[in-house]
């Protein structure tokens, strides 16, 4: 049984260019979260999405952040204009119910921008 | 504003020693409180987890202390071991029904070296 699966596992842009995040869940789940995770911190909620929907993206940035979930194919995650604090580790978790506890994070993306 | 605390920031044990990581948290709405361990360039994974209605949870060498009046958990690693040498992240969320269930909020971690 696959685990939460994130690609691409490293991804560099330059500042201006755009970042697109990927996530499929665990097989059988359907809710995904995205987290970031700065150098030395603890992770930080972004957004909760089930199947089509946005639930939750109070942890999202208010520009040039966006995420979707869409019916077919993996969630996205996607950054706009990247800045260098950007630079963080995004990780996606899943879990088989709506809010259910534990969630299952994947290995993450490192996104560095030069 | 940082609603879990956590300490210490880094940790050295010898092996075969007890290490004791704590967290206190602001928000008593809190009802789920579960340890992660985090490799380096690997995801967070579920070690052991607590909910307020018990004062201990043991799996194996890993215990949970829970003191809910204190609003404080705690994570001991018994006979700790090479292997335990990780970063461990102490979260809470709200899992009864009404509150925000899916969000873990996250302490800044403890880096734990178990010297051999």
């Known amino acids: 049984n696959a685990g939460v699966m994130q690609n691409p596992r490293h991804l560099v842009r330059r500042r201006g260019q755009e970042a697109r995040l990927r996530c499929s869940p665990m097989k059988g789940h359907s809710h995904v979260y995205w987290y970031r995770q700065l150098p030395e911190e603890g992770l930080k909620f972004m957004v909760y999405l089930q199947k089509e929907n946005i639930i939750d993206e109070s942890g999202m940035p208010k520009e040039r952040f966006s995420a979707e979930f869409p019916k077919e194919g993996p969630s996205i995650l996607r950054i706009q204009q990247v800045v260098r604090g950007d630079s963080a580790a995004y990780f996606c978790a899943s879990s088989p119910l709506a809010g259910e506890q534990p969630q299952h994070f994947g290995d993450g993306t490192r996104l560095s921008i030069l | ?116």
């Open chain 2, 1 to 116: 504003q940082q609603q879990v605390k956590q300490s210490p920031q880094s940790l050295i044990v010898q092996k075969g020693g007890i290490s004791i990581i704590n967290c206190a948290y602001e928000n008593t709405a809190f009802d789920y409180f579960p340890w992660y361990q985090q490799f380096p360039g690997k995801g967070p994974a579920l070690l052991i987890a607590i909910r307020p209605d018990v004062s201990e949870k043991k799996e194996g060498r890993f215990t949970i202390s829970f003191n809910k009046s204190a609003k404080q958990f705690s994570l001991h690693i018994m006979d700790s071991q090479p292997g335990d040498s990780a970063t461990y992240f102490c979260a809470a969320s709200i899992v009864t029904s009404g509150g925000s269930n899916y969000k873990l909020t996250f302490g800044k971690g403890t880096l734990l070296t178990v010297n051999p």
